[in-house]
């Protein structure tokens, strides 16, 4: 039997011609969909990816580290991009020996450094910027703390969940009242010994080194506001190294706070500058021409210090007798256009008063009449007789073709006990007085002075270019190796004489003597430190060089 025949316009649902028309491509309905589906996962992606970069990305904002500063901070140093320069600033011997007096022993770093797991917190802390202080009191027991805030960015949120949801051994952590959270750093440390405490605030790791382990939550308390911190600005300072200290100004009596910058830093040297508001005007030194003095010095002196004579005169004050004044304003009007030129000798140059040597003060004064200068010293020590009882002679000899002028003790001082040699003189060169603190020290370097080798020695020593050149209040030159070995002798000698007093003032002394002899190992490493002071309209400005910057 036929099928039966179908109505017009109507195909069979197996037919393809009749679900879709023959003029239409296959794949065009599929493309909307896809489109749908590209779009979804490409939202989900940003959406991912704002995520991990909402919970993982903190921006740069180093400034935030002098949130971390409290108002009593004593020291301030700010450090960029340590990580890269590591190697050089820990192989400086200042540095080393500054870490070393702060309780961090060089030795110890160095093993730090070498260990993988102290590597791996150290490198972050200094990678980008990082922040050093030290506060003479913290918290409730008033301890001292070092206390470091290195920026670290996300790694801060990584950081805090590896100590919370890890629990590392080592660390505990520590609930405080402002509702955050700190951890004391289990270091073997026995009561009364320094702890380390940390802290992380919005891409920064806190650390406090303390004898009070909890520290870090002082810092905190700052951050946050709770505490007082210090209300000045980041410096703004172009030197990667920079910072500033408090100290006590004897001048005005007051508090007085030096900015530094450090321009260069390496295994050799250190090269920087020091500013502090200027409270007076300081005269700057004109070009001088020094030939005389060079040939007679030349490179003998370990330290030379050249400055306008009021300037230094009226800096030495709080720390000088009243006869020193009265002998500089009894001499003052003999003084022509110059420096005044101070040096130390040692060695075959220096003094032995009681069979020690001991360095030798050397001077140099440029004079406009040297007959009026001999007359005017006569005067002087009649005035200082009459005051002080002292008993002074002024006596004259002949030595190397020239007239010495020696100082001579007839009275009851200690002075008059001293022998002829070790007894201050003074002669005449080319318009220069040039006196020495011994008598012995000034007949050998006029014994130099005659000989030929002098003319080719007199450019020896680092102090001719400075004291010449001008354009300074002042500036100094100390070669710390060659005068080493006299200074140690000098400090120890003074040491055991102090042993037979006793008193507060004497043990403070003896610790400033030791402070002193600290300093000296410190910087013998280095060698050689120029001083150059200047000032503007705000500021004096110290530049310094230490070692081969």
Known sequence: MDK?????????????????????DPSAGSTPKK????????????????????????????????????????????????AERADDVLANPLVRSVMSMAGFAPEEVDAWRADPAVRNWLEPIWERDLLLLHVPAVGPGRDPAWVFGGWIGGGSIRLRWWLTRGQPDGFEKVRRHAGGSYWTVDTGAAPGEEHLSIGI?????????????????????????IAPRTPEQPMASLAPDHGWWRTWNPWDNQSARYTFAVDALHGDGIAGHVQLARSVELPMLAPTDIETISRLWGGIPFWVLGAEPDSLFNA??????????????????????GPLLLALTGGEYAGSPLGISVPALNVAWPVRDETAFV????????????AYRWGLVLTESRVHGRTIYRIEGTGLQVYALARPDQQVAFTLIDGWVVAASHQRTLLRLLERYTDPLALIEADDGGWKEMVRAGGAAGVSHIDIRAGARTIRLALMTWSLALLREEGPETRTTRQR?????????????????NLSLASDEDHWTLQLEIGEP
Do not use: C, M
């Open 4 to 24: 039966q025949a179908k109505p017009d316009g109507v195909t069979s649902p197996n037919s393809l011609e009749g679900r879709v028309p023959r003029d239409r």
């Open 35 to 82: 489109a749908k589906r590209i779009g979804f996962w490409l939202l989900l992606s940003v959406f991912v990816v704002a995520v991990v970069t909402w919970l993982f990305y903190v921006p740069y904002q180093p400034q935030r580290l002098y949130r971390l500063v409290p108002d009593n901070t004593a020291f301030l140093s700010y450090h960029r991009n340590l």
């Open 513 to 529: 003597i030791q402070a002193a002899r600290a300093w000296l190992d410190i910087l013998e490493t280095l060698g050689i430190i």
């Open 375 to 386: 007359d005017t010293v006569r005067g002087l020590l009649d005035g200082l007789n009459a």
């Open 201 to 225: 605030v919005e891409g920064i790791l806190i650390g406090a080194w303390s004898r009070d382990p909890h520290a870090v939550r002082h810092i905190l308390d700052v951050y946050d506001g």
């Open 316 to 337: 030495a004050q709080p720390y000088l007798p009243a006869p020193v004044f009265r002998i500089y304003h009894g001499l003052r009007n003999t003084h022509r256009d």
